[in-house]
């Protein structure tokens, strides 16, 4: 079995693997406590765009520096990349109002705002079982109906 390896994502590796839209997480403070809140997300340009309701925590990302992060992997290779990105949140009003967000959450999401990139960085993880030519591209699980992942070769 092969050592797993590890390689540092370049900046234009990470918005591909992010993709026009997707799942991630949106790390901000609220009343000095760190929190973390999966959002649908869409991508357009280099700024990170996604919705959420009147009092809910992400509302609070407004005027300051938030982090999201998206994720993927295979566990039958034990491999994955990761991608996070460090930026200014903002009303969706200051990047642009044209993006559409797909929402899975079941209350209306009428609330639109985005982030603007300060750093953008990740990394992929090639398993013991998976050279650098086996990675996932994106996220192997959600390409294939549910179990056929054993099948994947």
Request: net charge neutral; hydrophobic share 45%.
């Amino acid at each position: 079995m092969r050592t797993p390896i590890t390689r540092t994502l370049e900046v234009e590796e990470c918005w591909s693997l992010l993709g026009p839209s997707g799942v991630g997480r949106v790390a901000v403070m609220v009343d000095g406590a760190p929190r973390i809140v999966p959002v649908n997300y869409a991508v357009a340009g280099d700024v990170i765009y996604f919705r959420t309701a009147v009092g809910t925590i992400l509302t609070s990302v407004v005027s300051q520096k938030v982090a999201f992060e998206a994720d993927a992997f295979d566990p039958l290779h034990r491999s994955g990349w990761s991608v996070c990105v460090v930026g200014a949140g903002r009303a969706v009003g200051a990047c642009g109002s044209n993006v559409v967000v797909d929402s899975w959450a079941p209350r209306r999401r009428d609330l639109r705002y985005c982030i603007v990139p300060d750093e953008v960085t990740g990394r992929r993880l090639f398993g013991p079982v998976c050279g650098e030519d086996r990675a996932p591209a994106r996220l192997l699980v959600d390409v294939l109906p549910v179990g056929a992942a054993e099948e994947a070769p």
